[in-house]
């Protein structure tokens, strides 16, 4: 008779890296602004699904960081929306993978894209006024649309 043997793979957090992240060439966040947990994930995975804790939810500390100035964290925060809890924390949560490294490469990766986001700078809008000519161009389509719609009333028979 055979005897089956449990295997189990454990992974320390010691081989995760333990370096800066880096978003740009200019800007890194550091180690210590990021805390991993993960826990068991729902979808793919067979029976490993169950007894391996591969969804990883990362929490950013948005408010304590000072990688980012205020107006970066700003715009993080609104384009984040519900991501972001009452104490500055940006969660993300990937659990679209089978492997635990898997998803933390990807919830580190979305975090990277959404601080790229943040960091493009909006264009400030200037106000203009119409031109003369435009002003006529459309003075002169309502005429034309108000006789379109006066010749689609009633026919009168006055002589």
């Known amino acids: 008779m055979r005897e089956y043997v449990r295997r189990e793979t454990v992974r320390s957090m010691a081989c995760f890296r333990t370096m800066p992240v880096e978003i740009t060439p200019d800007i890194s966040l550091p180690e210590r602004d990021l805390t991993w947990s993960f826990v068991r994930a729902s979808g793919p995975g067979g029976q490993n699904v169950n007894k391996v804790a591969t969804a990883a939810q990362l929490r950013f500390d948005l408010a304590g960081t000072a990688a980012l100035d205020p107006a970066v964290k700003q715009r993080l925060r609104s384009l984040a929306g519900r991501r972001v809890t009452e104490d500055g924390a940006l969660i993300i949560v990937a659990r679209n993978q089978r492997t635990q490294e898997?998803?933390?490469?990807?919830?580190?990766?979305?975090?990277?894209?959404?601080?790229?986001?943040?960091?493009?700078?909006?264009?400030?809008?200037?106000?203009?006024?119409?031109?003369?000519?435009?002003?006529?161009?459309?003075?002169?389509?309502?005429?034309?649309?108000?006789?379109?719609?006066?010749?689609?009333?009633?026919?009168?028979?006055?002589?």
Do not use: F, Y
């Open 102 to 159: 898997g998803n933390r490469r990807e919830a580190l990766e979305r975090l990277a894209e959404l601080l790229r986001r943040a960091l493009v700078v909006p264009k400030v809008r200037k106000a203009t006024r119409p031109t003369r000519a435009a002003r006529q161009r459309r003075m002169d389509t309502k005429t034309q649309r108000r006789a379109t719609k006066q010749l689609r009333g009633r026919v009168r028979w006055d002589d």
